[in-house]
């Protein structure tokens, strides 16, 4: 089977910057995009960046400039770098990944179980 773990999430004050890693394990054949979703209460799951396999990336409009996401192959991890933090930021944010398991003929999409991101004063 195939597990992701998010870490980083926490309080942080309006301007403040988190650190948000997802690592993937398991049976692991390869990794193709990963990303972060982000769903605050009242709203739809919505995509705020991903990054493929070649390193290209994408981000919610509302959130470029001031994130970025980076991916460590080695380690099948990656990262959403947070910075200048607002209110309207927070939600629980969800790793996603598709994914090629050993042995397996088609890729299929994991989820990490989100991890809680709140910016206030």
């Known amino acids: 089977q195939v597990q992701l773990v998010e870490s980083g999430g926490g309080l942080v004050q309006p301007g403040g910057s988190l650190r948000l890693s997802c690592a993937a394990s398991g049976s692991i054949f390869s990794i193709n995009a990963m990303g972060w979703y982000r769903q605050a209460p009242g709203k739809e799951r919505e995509l705020v960046a991903v990054?493929?396999?070649?390193?290209?990336?994408n981000y919610a409009d509302s959130v470029k400039g001031r994130f970025t996401i980076s991916r460590d192959n080695a380690k099948n991890t990656v990262y959403l770098q947070m910075n200048t933090l607002k209110p309207e930021d927070t939600a629980v944010y969800y790793c996603h990944a598709n994914i090629r398991r050993l042995l397996a003929t088609r890729d299929y999409d994991y989820w990490g179980q989100g991890t809680q991101v709140t910016v206030s004063s």
């Open positions: 990054i493929t396999s070649g390193d290209t990336t």
